[in-house]
Nanobody
Framework: QVQLVESGGGLVQAGGSLRLSCVASGRTVTSYHMAWFRQAPGLEREFVAAVDRGGTTAMYADSVKARFTISRDNAENTVHLQMNSLKFEETAVYYC????????????????WGQGTQVSVSS
């Protein structure tokens, strides 16, 4: 079983950047497909980005393409989400997720979740 801990959230002005990190412990991150989701108050959790176990395939929500980049640092057992040109409406709690078998955009594809990190974008 893997434990996931997110960090890197905070307050940023619209147009700014943040880099989120998700450190995995208990198992090596290369054993898992990894993803980022986010949830704003009163809304459902939504897919942001995912990368497969091998790091060869990444997918993004249409709303973040060309602005966000997901990457793996296997030596550090970490997955990052670089977020550029952030928008006010992207204020949310961002969650890291992992699954050894499933890879996709659905929340139910991932068995393991972190506690989340708050990202607040001021207008």
């Amino acid at each position: 079983q893997v434990q996931l801990v997110e960090s890197g959230g905070g307050l940023v002005q619209a147009g700014g950047s943040l880099r989120l990190s998700c450190v995995a412990s208990g198992r090596t991150v290369t054993s898992y497909h990894m993803a980022w989701f986010r949830q704003a108050p009163g809304l459902e959790r939504e897919f942001v980005a995912a990368v497969d176990r091998g790091g060869t395939t990444a997918m993004y929500a249409d709303s973040v393409k060309a602005r966000f980049t997901i990457s793996r640092d296997n030596a550090e057992n970490t997955v990052h989400l670089q977020m550029n040109s952030l928008k006010f409406e992207e204020t949310a709690v961002y969650y890291c997720a992992a699954d050894p078998h499933q890879f996709g955009r659905r929340t139910d594809a991932y068995a393991y979740w972190g506690q989340g990190t708050q990202v607040s974008v001021s207008s």
